[in-house]
Each structure stands twice: as C-alpha cells, then as structure tokens.
C-alpha cells in the first residue's frame, strides 16, 4: 500500500513536471530565434556602425534629405578679397602752431612771475601717423578709403598685399559720407566685383577685410545685422547714413577695407564701430553700401567733385504719433515736414505727405531716403509712392544738380573753381622762392576770384590763414569752407611781394 502510495506520488510529480514543461514550450514557441524576450511591441532595431560615420548616414532620413544644412565656406571669397584689399599709412608733417590768447591761469602766473612760466606762443606739433584699409576700385590704382583715414595727410603711402609700395594721391575727399578717392601708379591690379547692397539680405554671411591693428589681411565673418542704420552721433561729419550693420569684427585700422558677400563681391566699406571707452569691437560694425561707394568713386574719377542732387525738403521717421495725426494705418515711411521755397519738387510734394516707395523700393525710415537720394544723379528720374491726405499718390520726379557753394572740379592735375584756373607750381620755383607748397593762377575768367583781385601768375600760399600744399589741398579747404569771406595770402612772382585779398563766398 505504501509502495502503490509511493508509486501514485511518482507519477503525480511526474505528470505535474510534464504539464509544467509543456505549458513552458507552449508559451516560449512565439519567441523561438528572438535575441530579446522583451514584448514585440517595444522591439527596436539597433544598427552598430563606426564612429566616424556622418551622422546623416547613421539616422533613417528620405533619401537626398540632410539632417544640417551645409555650412558656408569662406574660402573664396577670402582668398578674392584679400589681394585687393590694401594698407594704407597717412601721415602729417610737424607743424608749427601759434597759439592766439594765454589762459586764465597763465594770466595770473605772468602777474606774480612774469613771462618765464608761460607756454610759448608758438609750439611744434609732432609728426603724426595714421593707419587703415583701402580697396582697389580699378585695375590702373584708383583705391577707395575714409575720408577720415587720410583726412589733413601730407603724404599717404599704400602697401598692396604682395607687400609692394606706392606713393598714392589724394583724388577726392568727401566728409558727407566719409569716403575719400587715391590713386597710384600702377597696373593690372587685383580689383573686386561690385556687388549689390540693395539686394543684400539681413542674416546673410559678410566677411570684414582690412588691417586692424596693423594685422595685415584680417578676415573675420559675421552676419548683416541690419541695414539703412542711422548713427545718432553727435559731432560727426557724415551727413548721409545709411550703414549696413554687421556683427563681423571691425577694429580700429580696419577702417576704408572691404566688406563682401560669400561670393567675394562688395558690398560695403567698413567706417565705424560701436564701441566703448576701449574703442573696440563689441558686436556692432558699420559699412558705406556699395551703391553709396559707387556713386561717389565714380564722380570723383569722372568729375573730380561729387555731383549731388537737390529734394528740398525736411523729412523725419514716420511713427505712431503721426500717423493717428494724419489718419494713416502705416506707421513706416518718411514723413515731410517743410518743403524749401528752392526745391525743384515744390510743386509735386506737399508738407506732410508720407513716402513709403522710391523706384520699387520700399522706404521705411530717413537713411532709406537718404541712401536712394545720395545715390542718384542729376537728370535721374523718381517715381514716388506716397499718401497725401489719407490717399495713395504716384509723383514723378525730375531731380536737378544741388547748387555748390563754391563750384570746384578737380581733374587732371588742374583745379577750377569760380571762374579761376589753378596748377601745381614746379620744383624750379619752389627753389626760387623757398616755397614748400602754393598753387599757381594759371588762368582767370569772371568770378569769385577775379572779383577779389586775383590774377594770372599770382600764387596762392595760404587760404583763411591755412597753408595751401598743393592743389588736392586746396580744392578741400575751398570745398569745406563755411565762411562768408576768407582771407588769402598770394605772392606775385615778379616782385616776390607777398599780399592779402579777401575773397566774398556769399555774393
């Protein structure tokens, strides 16, 4: 009984181990070949490839499709700028300078010590030297720059990037939008395409050339970070701004270099930085566009003088205010506010029309008008969009030469201004008369000049109290002055007698 006991146990344990393996192989048979026991519906396939697979190949993306966009490359555009991009050293000669008045303080020295403690009345000014860029406008050594960079220079010498030397002269200089033209001797040089700043896009990649620090050939990159950028500076020569604006590295010596797109054409001369007491770079750089910097190089090889023309009006940025006031849904443009009794365009503009359209291009602020006018010749015509009283207006313009002051072209080694003809004088009578500078009278017609008793053979040695080094020179003191009447010290060669005219700018 206990054995048939025993038996049945055994057979109970045996049937039960049975049921147990069955059940096993029964709930295992949909795993069979799977690596993971882990459910189906979590199952993921992992793909092992070697680290330096790209990255786009190791994920799953539709074929011809990139997890990155590509990266520019600036190569090209480095290697193209950097030849025509060049060094240039400005320098002035000592000069002797007079002083007019003592100060306070020294006036109360001289009571108690006489005249011993006092500054001299004349002093010595040292030698002075200033660096920046330029670009190569044309193959035959026309090269663009600031005007601030070689502005009162006695001699500016240009380093191309091959590290060649040239003398360079000064063709123009134009203070309204800091530019300046020289030109040097040489040939088939390495130039730049010009490219469009009008079509130039904010976010797009620039890259800065130029010497900062006296590095040569520095290119950094940045993006455009704004256009028609007005710089609200005060005390500054520039009257038209109209800057691209770009976080690529602009320092001091960088000023006069180029400013191109991926393609290596320009599109801008760099001119300012937004900097702090350093006087450094800190993520704002400004650039002349280069449809600005055409038109003026351009008039300057051509004419000798910028041909600028005349609106007539006062204008600010349209704004919120304004345009409740005038009952406008836009809050961008250019708002006039007085049209001059002389403006050509007193009968085709009004006081408070808006204008948001110049030739298909929109104008949102002031330096967009300002870029478009500073742009164009005389003879050009504009179509303007604009709203007059609550209705949208088509004009068209005819715009007309603005009256110079003083009319003065430089061409050819020859100054004309006012009706007088003047050249270089030569070496032989510099020697003659121990002259270091002075232009001669070599022809006088009707004007200016002639009324204040200029003549043919005279020289010309000093202009409001300034000596004249040369022609360049004194196309610039005349061009700049803001006198109703200046003095001017003239030598007639015959006699050697040094006397004064007075010359009347406002008749």
Same mark, same amino acid.
């Given at each position: 009984?206990?054995?048939?006991?025993?038996?049945?146990?055994?057979?109970?344990?045996?049937?039960?181990?049975?049921?147990?393996?069955?059940?096993?192989?029964?709930?295992?048979?949909?795993?069979?070949?799977?690596?993971? /026991? @882990?459910?189906?519906?979590?199952? !993921?396939?992992?793909?092992?490839?070697?680290?330096?697979?790209?990255?786009?190949?190791?994920?799953?993306?539709?074929?011809?499709?990139?997890?990155?966009?590509?990266?520019?490359?600036?190569?090209?555009?480095?290697?193209?700028?950097?030849?025509?991009?060049?060094?240039?050293?400005? *320098?002035?000669?000592?000069?002797?300078?007079?002083?007019?008045?003592?100060?306070?303080?020294?006036?109360?020295?001289?009571?108690?010590?006489?005249?011993?403690?006092?500054?001299?009345?004349?002093?010595?000014?040292?030698? !002075?030297?200033?660096?920046?860029?330029?670009?190569?406008?044309?193959?035959?050594?026309?090269?663009?720059?600031?005007?601030?960079?070689?502005?009162?220079?006695?001699?500016?010498?240009?380093?191309?990037?091959?590290?060649?030397?040239?003398?360079?002269?000064?063709?123009?200089?134009?203070?309204?939008?800091?530019?300046?033209?020289?030109?040097?001797?040489?040939?088939?040089?390495?130039?730049?395409?010009?490219?469009?700043?009008?079509?130039?896009?904010?976010?797009?990649?620039?890259?800065?050339?130029?010497?900062?620090?006296?590095?040569?050939?520095?290119?950094?990159?940045?993006?455009?970070?704004?256009?028609?950028?007005?710089?609200?500076?005060?005390?500054?020569?520039?009257?038209?701004?109209?800057?691209?604006?770009?976080?690529?590295?602009?320092?001091?010596?960088?000023?006069?270099?180029?400013?191109?797109?991926?393609?290596?054409? /320009?599109?801008?001369?760099?001119?300012?930085?937004?900097?702090?007491? *350093?006087?450094?770079?800190?993520?704002?750089?400004?650039?002349?566009?280069?449809?600005?910097?055409?038109?003026?190089?351009?008039?300057?090889?051509?004419?000798?003088?910028?041909?600028?023309?005349?609106?007539?009006?006062?204008?600010?940025?349209?704004?919120?205010?304004?345009?409740?006031?005038?009952?406008?849904?836009?809050?961008?443009?250019?708002?006039?506010?007085?049209?001059?009794?002389?403006?050509?365009?007193?009968?085709?503009?009004?006081?408070?029309?808006?204008?948001?359209?110049?030739?298909?291009?929109?104008?949102?602020?002031?330096?967009?008008?300002?870029?478009?006018?500073?742009?164009?010749?005389?003879?050009?015509?504009?179509?303007?969009?604009?709203?007059?009283?609550?209705?949208?207006?088509?004009?068209?313009?005819?715009?007309?030469?603005?009256?110079?002051?003083? !009319?003065?072209?430089?061409?050819?080694?020859?100054?004309?201004?006012?009706?007088?003809?003047?050249?270089?004088?030569?070496?032989?009578?510099?020697?003659?008369?121990?002259?270091?500078?002075?232009?001669?009278?070599?022809?006088?017609?009707?004007?200016?000049?002639?009324?204040?008793?200029?003549?043919?053979?005279?020289?010309?040695? @000093?202009?409001?109290?300034?000596?004249?080094?040369?022609?360049?020179?004194?196309?610039?003191?005349?061009?700049?002055?803001?006198?109703?009447?200046?003095?001017?010290?003239?030598?007639?060669?015959?006699?050697?007698?040094?006397?004064?005219?007075?010359?009347?700018?406002?008749?």
């Amino acid at each position: 009984m206990y054995e048939q006991r025993n038996k049945y146990t055994a057979v109970k344990k045996l049937s039960g181990t049975a049921i147990v393996v069955i059940m096993g192989l029964w709930l295992v048979a949909p795993y069979a070949g799977k690596k993971s /026991l @882990a459910p189906v519906t979590h199952l !993921q396939q992992v793909t092992i490839v070697e680290p330096t697979q790209p990255l786009q190949d190791r994920l799953s993306l539709p074929e011809g499709k990139s997890v990155l966009p590509p990266l520019p490359d600036f190569t090209y555009a480095a290697k193209v700028a950097t030849p025509a991009v060049v060094y240039i050293q400005a *320098s002035q000669d000592p000069k002797i300078l007079k002083r007019e008045a003592i100060t306070p303080l020294e006036q109360f020295f001289k009571q108690f010590f006489g005249e011993g403690l006092l500054i001299p009345k004349e002093y010595e000014q040292r030698p !002075q030297v200033s660096t920046g860029s330029g670009v190569i406008y044309t193959s035959n050594g026309y090269i663009i720059t600031n005007n601030h960079v070689v502005e009162g220079a006695d001699q500016i010498e240009v380093t191309l990037h091959d590290n060649r030397r040239y003398k360079a002269k000064l063709v123009g200089s134009d203070p309204a939008t800091d530019l300046a033209v020289l030109k040097i001797e040489a040939s088939n040089l390495s130039i730049l395409v010009l490219g469009s700043s009008d079509k130039l896009e904010v976010g797009e990649w620039v890259l800065a050339v130029g010497n900062p620090f006296n590095l040569y050939s520095t290119v950094t990159k940045g993006i455009v970070s704004a256009k028609s950028r007005h710089l609200n500076e005060t005390g500054t020569k520039i009257g038209i701004q109209s800057f691209i604006q770009t976080d690529a590295a602009i320092n001091p010596g960088n000023s006069g270099g180029a400013l191109v797109n991926l393609y290596g054409e /320009l599109v801008g001369i760099n001119t300012a930085i937004y900097a702090t007491r *350093s006087a450094s770079f800190v993520g704002y750089g400004f650039a002349i566009p280069s449809s600005l910097v055409k038109k003026v190089a351009d008039d300057f090889i051509q004419y000798g003088a910028v041909q600028r023309v005349l609106l007539g009006v006062a204008i600010c940025d349209m704004n919120a205010e304004l345009a409740k006031k005038l009952g406008l849904k836009i809050t961008t443009g250019v708002y006039i506010d007085t049209v001059q009794d002389d403006s050509p365009c007193t009968k085709l503009l009004q006081k408070e029309d808006v204008i948001i359209q110049i030739n298909s291009r929109s104008i949102h602020k002031c330096a967009d008008l300002q870029e478009v006018i500073g742009c164009a010749k005389p003879g050009d015509q504009l179509t303007v969009i604009l709203y007059r009283k609550g209705k949208e207006k088509r004009v068209n313009l005819l715009l007309e030469k603005a009256p110079d002051v003083i !009319q003065v072209i430089l061409k050819n080694n020859i100054l004309k201004a006012e009706g007088a003809t003047f050249q270089n004088i030569d070496e032989k009578t510099k020697a003659k008369y121990k002259l270091t500078g002075g232009v001669l009278v070599q022809e006088i017609t009707k004007g200016k000049f002639k009324a204040a008793g200029l003549k043919k053979g005279y020289i010309v040695l @000093a202009f409001d109290k300034q000596p004249v080094k040369g022609i360049v020179d004194f196309a610039e003191m005349i061009r700049s002055t803001k006198a109703e009447a200046v003095l001017i010290q003239v030598m007639e060669p015959n006699t050697g007698e040094v006397s004064y005219l007075a010359v009347e700018w406002a008749k």
